[in-house]
């Protein structure tokens, strides 16, 4: 059974910085895209951040961009996103998945997540 764990998340200042991990588990997923996911309180769940299978290759949703960073250790079946530059509009709960064309997450289960808050 493949299970996506994240982790990382927490509380922080406006401006701060936090690195999530996304640990895979059950199968490799080294010829696959991975993607950061996140859902704010009351709002749809959104795209962040996708990277290739070799990790040359790299997409962010344009709220992020020059501010996250994805990468991936495919030894440890594990994707990252460091995040800077914080601002509390990035508070929500962060979620990992295998992405497909056009960034579609392939799962339709999720994982339970990893809470960021900003606080301004």
């Known amino acids: 059974q493949v299970q996506l764990v994240e982790s990382g998340g927490g509380l922080v200042q406006a401006g701060g910085s936090l690195r999530l991990s996304c640990a895979a588990s059950?199968?490799?997923?080294?010829?696959?895209?991975r993607g950061w996911f996140r859902q704010a309180p009351g709002k749809e769940r959104e795209f962040v951040a996708a990277?290739?299978?070799?990790?040359?290759?790299?997409y962010y949703a344009d709220s992020v961009k020059g501010r996250f960073t994805i990468s991936r250790d495919n030894a440890k079946n594990t994707v990252y996103l460091r995040m800077n530059s914080l601002k509390p509009e990035d508070t929500a709960v962060y979620y990992c998945?295998?992405?497909?064309?056009?960034?579609?997450?392939?799962?339709?289960?999720w994982g339970q997540g990893t809470q960021v808050t900003v606080s301004s």
């Open positions: 990277i290739n299978w070799s990790g040359e290759s790299t």
């Open positions: 059950g199968r490799t997923f080294g010829s696959y895209a």
């Open positions: 998945n295998v992405v497909v064309t056009g960034n579609v997450p392939l799962f339709d289960s």
